[in-house]
């Protein structure tokens, strides 16, 4: 089994920071691609941001130069740190991995977290 579990998220008011986190545990034999996506209401969920194992990072034009993803891979975690919040930034965030099991380890299969609840609000 693997979990990926999301602390953090809540209410920020406009131009404030938030980092969320996201840990992934369990059977894991290696994790490829690590990502944040977010859904605001009545809308799709949308990429955010994407990292490699190596580190090389991808964002959505929205949030260039405005929110960081980064990772550790020893402990299974990636981060967003999200900055100059709009509340056009409300939304439900999903991390999401890219990666093989210990039950299977040839085959990469996208796992996602829960989401948390992200709202930018004076």
């Known amino acids: 089994q693997v979990q990926l579990v999301e602390p953090g998220g809540g209410l920020v008011q406009p131009g404030g920071s938030l980092r969320l986190s996201c840990s992934a545990s369990?059977?894991?034999?290696?994790?490829?691609?690590m990502c944040w996506y977010r859904q605001a209401s009545g809308n799709e969920r949308e990429s955010v941001a994407s990292i490699t194992i190596g580190g090389s990072t991808a964002y959505a034009d929205p949030v260039k130069g405005q929110h960081t993803i980064s990772r550790d891979n020893a402990k299974n975690t990636v981060y967003l740190q999200m900055n100059r919040l709009k509340p056009e930034d409300t939304a439900v965030y999903y991390c999401?991995?890219?990666?093989?099991?210990?039950?299977?380890?040839?085959?990469?299969?996208?796992?996602w977290g829960q989401g948390t609840q992200v709202t930018v609000s004076s």
């Open positions: 999401n991995a890219d990666l093989t099991t210990t039950g299977n380890p040839f085959r990469f299969k996208d796992y």
């Open positions: 369990g059977s894991i034999f290696s994790i490829n691609a």
